[in-house]
């Protein structure tokens, strides 16, 4: 890590670091490079697969493991594209 990156660490809260983290792994362009390599007969639509870890990963994280709070929370702030009875 350079400088900035530890000093920026420094100030923000934990919870708010782990998050930070988990949007450098959870890379979009990674995981839907992971998804075209690995999904066998699987397909996406609307709907993409690092759309999908991101809303699992807020169930899991910040909604107390709560799908049906996370998908809701995304369907009001307009990042849904789907109904969510279809997630």
């Known amino acids: 890590m350079d400088g900035f990156q530890i000093e920026l660490f420094a100030r923000l809260p934990l919870a708010q670091a782990a998050l930070k ?9 990674a995981l839907n490079k992971l998804f ?3 999904h066998g007969r699987c ?3 609307e709907l993409s ?3 999908l870890v991101r809303l699992i990963r807020d ?6 493991g709560s ?3 996370s998908f809701g929370d995304a369907q009001r702030a307009g990042e849904l594209p789907v ?3 279809n997630v």
């Open 59 to 64: 169930a899991l994280v910040l909604h107390h």
């Open 83 to 85: 109904a969510m009875q």
């Open 21 to 29: 983290v988990f949007d450098f792994v959870f890379d979009p362009d």
């Open 67 to 69: 799908g049906h709070r």
């Open 36 to 38: 075209d390599a690995r």
């Open 49 to 51: 697969f690092d759309v």
């Open 43 to 45: 397909y996406q639509r």
